[in-house]
């Protein structure tokens, strides 16, 4: 059964740098083909697909948010990370990390989401 | 990029209902559609792929139809787990994005 778990800070300071991890068991992030990517929810919002990170490590970022994104892999321990830095307000919402299986068809499974709140 | 309406936005049913989602988007988008069910504190679930695919364990009353730019999600009986939050996403076009989510609620 393959299961992700987001990791990192709760509270980032405005302007900071945001970073998470995403440790994935019951798979390989070097599986071929496979991509691992970034979600998040505003509170009481619709979901944002912020990027992905293939097991080559080319990563593809959300043009909205590419400026400040940078997203890699850790073979050593099986992880994914986000770093998104300059962060502001409206960066607070629950981050996921996701499994794409599927050549860019579906993300299955997700992690169970961390809520990551800018504020001073 | 490709905006996703879903409609309703929220939809009270009881169990034994029958209910229809819809997702419409601004362009065609071919079949790529999925769909998810999300519950509160949980991470979303995959329900179906390829807008009519049925995901592996996903019980048989959820079906998906369309292509193009209309797509509808269908529970042909309701069941007290399914009270939850759906999302449809397009993977036809770069960035994939979402719908803003259809909760269901018990009436």
């Known amino acids: 059964q393959v299961q992700l778990q987001e990791s990192g800070p709760r509270l980032v300071k405005p302007s900071e740098t945001l970073s998470l991890t995403c440790t994935v068991s019951?798979?390989?992030?070097?599986?071929?083909?496979?991509?691992w990517n970034w979600i998040r929810q505003p509170a009481g919002k619709g979901l944002e697909w912020i990027g992905r990170?293939?097991?080559?490590?080319?990563?593809n970022y959300s043009p909205s948010l590419q400026s400040r994104l940078t997203m890699s892999l850790d073979t050593s321990k099986n992880q994914f990370s986000l770093r998104l830095n300059s962060v502001t307000a409206a960066d607070t919402a629950v981050y996921y990390c996701?499994?794409?299986?599927?050549?860019?068809?579906?993300?299955?499974?997700w992690g169970q989401g961390t809520q990551v709140i800018v504020s001073p | 990029a490709i905006q996703l309406t879903q409609s309703p936005s929220s939809l009270s049913a009881s169990a034994g209902d029958r209910v229809t989602i819809t997702c419409r988007a601004s362009?065609?988008?071919?079949?790529?559609v999925a769909w998810y069910q999300q519950k509160p504190g949980m991470g979303p679930k995959l329900l179906i792929y390829d807008a009519s695919r049925l995901e592996r364990g996903v019980p048989s009353r959820f079906s998906g139809r369309g292509s193009g730019t209309d797509f509808t999600l269908t529970i042909s009986s309701l069941q007290p787990e399914d009270f939850a939050t759906y999302f449809c996403?397009?993977?036809?076009?770069?960035?994939?994005?979402f719908g803003q989510g259809t909760r269901l609620e018990i009436k």
């Open positions: 019951g798979d390989s992030i070097t599986s071929d083909g496979y991509s």
């Open positions: 996403q397009q993977f036809n076009s770069f960035p994939p994005t």
């Open positions: 362009q065609g988008i071919a079949s790529a």
């Open positions: 990170v293939y097991s080559n490590a080319v990563a």
């Open positions: 996701a499994r794409d299986p599927s050549f860019g068809r579906w993300l299955d499974p």
